[in-house]
């Protein structure tokens, strides 16, 4: 790109400095990372792209096709904005929310649950809603206000496994401090000021264990993981 034959140097480093048509320009470390990413999805298919430069001049440029799903789990699960709330993205209706109108699910990452599978350890009995598209629990003597009226509606839904936080150091790609509320049932996220819950007031989270959820990492992720190991090496060859 810089090799004179469409931008000048001067116009790469102005891309570079004002971050023109770049999603990431500094990722935190010190080291070089621009990037554009992109992704489409369509039908349960799913295309992730990163191109990105690094480094003092090195580029590269990931597409992934595949299932981005692992086995036993279910893509699609985001956090609504407005109250918290963890909620399933794929259906046509984003879910009424105890906030007001409908989830927001668009500012947010996207998760994977485990479902219907005895291969990962953790509670089960968590259930989707099909009228106000939240997770719940549904091992409790009350299924929960529902936003969309009356209870939680678990008619159709599978069998959700939530893994809980030990004493051990998170997985990678994965996310910590989401909460049950024991007013509403849901799942919320825990880690910014309590809102709107359907039962009334805010989310309670007394008595919450701590949920840790798996995230969907694209293709930009996952080149750049791989730059921060091939890092490593040479970092651990300077301390020595």
Not at 28 to 44: D, S
Not at 212 to 218: I, K, P, R, W
């Amino acid at each position: 790109m810089n090799d004179g034959r469409i931008l000048t140097q001067a116009q790469v480093q102005d891309m570079e400095a004002t971050q023109m048509g770049w999603d990431t320009l500094q990722d935190g470390t010190g080291y070089r990372w621009v990037e554009k990413k992109g992704g489409w999805g369509a039908g349960g298919t799913t295309i992730s792209t990163s191109i990105a430069l690094f480094g003092p001049g090195v580029y590269g440029a990931l597409f992934v096709n595949s299932d981005i799903s692992a086995p036993g789990h279910q893509n699609n699960w985001k956090w609504c904005n407005k109250c918290q709330t963890l909620v399933f993205a794929g259906n046509a209706s984003a879910g009424a929310c105890p906030a007001g109108g409908m989830h927001d699910n668009t500012k947010g990452g996207t998760y994977l649950i485990a479902m219907n599978t005895s291969a990962v350890m953790g509670q089960d009995n968590w259930r989707w809603c099909n009228k106000c598209q939240a997770l719940s629990f549904a091992g409790s003597r009350t299924l929960g206000t529902c936003s969309a009226g009356g209870v939680h509606d678990h008619a159709g839904s599978g069998n959700y496994v939530l893994m809980q936080k030990g004493g051990a150091a998170l997985p990678d790609d994965s996310q910590e401090n989401w909460r049950w509320c024991k007013k509403c049932q849901v799942l919320a996220f825990a880690g910014n000021p309590s809102t709107a819950c359907a039962a009334g007031g805010v989310h309670d989270y007394t008595s919450s264990g701590n949920y840790v959820l798996e995230t969907v990492v694209g293709a930009d992720t996952v080149l750049h993981n791989a730059y921060m190991k091939a890092l490593k090496p040479k970092a651990a060859a300077a301390v020595a």
